[in-house]
């Protein structure tokens, strides 16, 4: 009978990839050909360090030993709610990820209080900076900080980020590599402040606004308005109404429209009346609706019928995390 040993290197190695960081050191410790299989460039491209409180000398020691070079993707936590005593995420850190990793191209963080840590010591290489529950300085993404930083920076995703506001949206724009921008839950942000942004952000190709406070005809106004090349949207249905829906007809360049629930209002367009918006957008090949009930039901069947061109998908609910999207 075969065993585990018996299986080739990258079946192992595709086993590998699914364990916890620790349980990958730890079975390092087997053999020798299991040490080798653990200290591939491979199986260190993406590394999840959400699941511990992860001590300072610990996370150097991955860094110096396992990551580096290989590392492409990386999610860490702050530890923002666990007490002063916690270990927390230093500038000394995040500039030692830049010149210790230079193929890191995205950087996901979790929870962290990043109030001290300047934005000029995140690594010049990353392309994705998602941040999730986290604490930034009122100047972190201002207009007036260097134009410099992070130059290839395409998209950002800002989920639950208390402190953001008009200013630091307004300070996106000096970032002009910058293609895809999701705001969940940025509550500060209003809606002179989005127009005024997106006006500046032009060439932004996807746009994602979720359980913010902005209600959806006023960001499908402002879309309309500045971002004629956008790809992709997603948005929250609050406050959508069959006339905001008008102000997304003949978007040339749509391809994917998603609208998540969970709340519908008597203001919310009919199935009849997204189809009918649907068919003047020449490139829409998916539509989405996430939440609203209407799975299962005549809503539905009417969505697949009169758009026969596109995917459409209706879900249940919305997913909890927003990192399904990247």
Not at 19 to 41: A, G, N, T, Y
Not at 271 to 288: F, N
């Amino acid at each position: 009978m075969a065993t585990l040993f018996d299986l080739p290197d990258l079946v192992l190695l595709e086993i590998f990839s699914y364990l916890p960081v620790r349980d990958r050191i730890r079975i390092s410790r087997v053999c020798h050909r299991w040490k080798r299989l653990v200290d591939d460039r491979w199986l260190w491209r993406h590394v999840d360090l959400t699941l511990y409180t992860m001590r300072p000398k610990v996370m150097w020691h991955l860094l110096r030993r396992y990551m580096a070079s290989r590392l492409h993707s990386l999610r860490m936590g702050g530890y923002l709610f666990s007490g002063s005593q916690a270990p927390q995420l230093s500038p000394a850190l995040m500039r030692a990820l830049g010149q210790k990793c230079p193929n890191l191209k995205r950087l996901c963080l979790h929870v962290a209080d990043l109030s001290m840590v300047p934005i000029t010591s995140l690594p010049s290489t990353l392309r994705t900076l998602e941040l999730h529950s986290c604490e930034i300085s009122m100047i972190w993404l201002q207009k007036e900080q260097d134009p410099t930083v992070l130059p290839l920076l395409e998209c950002i995703v800002l989920d639950r980020v208390p402190a953001f506001r008009d200013e630091h949206l307004q300070g996106l724009t000096r970032f002009r590599a910058l293609r895809s921008l999701v705001l969940g839950g940025t509550y500060r942000v209003t809606e002179t402040g989005l127009d005024a942004s997106l006006q500046e952000l032009s060439y932004l190709q996807r746009l994602e606004v979720l359980g913010c406070t902005l209600s959806a005809d006023s960001t499908l106004l402002a879309i309309s308005r500045h971002l004629r090349d956008v790809r992709k949207i997603r948005l929250t249905v609050g406050g959508l109404s069959a006339q905001g829906l008008v102000f997304l007809e003949g978007m040339p360049a749509l391809e994917s429209l998603c609208f998540q629930g969970p709340l519908i209002t008597p203001e919310m367009p009919t199935p009849a009346q997204i189809v009918a918006s649907c068919l003047t957008m020449p490139k829409l090949r998916v539509l989405e609706v996430q939440g609203l009930g209407w799975e299962g039901q005549e809503a539905e069947k009417v969505l697949c019928r009169g758009l026969p061109h596109c995917m459409v998908i209706v879900r249940a609910c919305p997913k909890e995390s927003m990192d399904w999207w990247m």
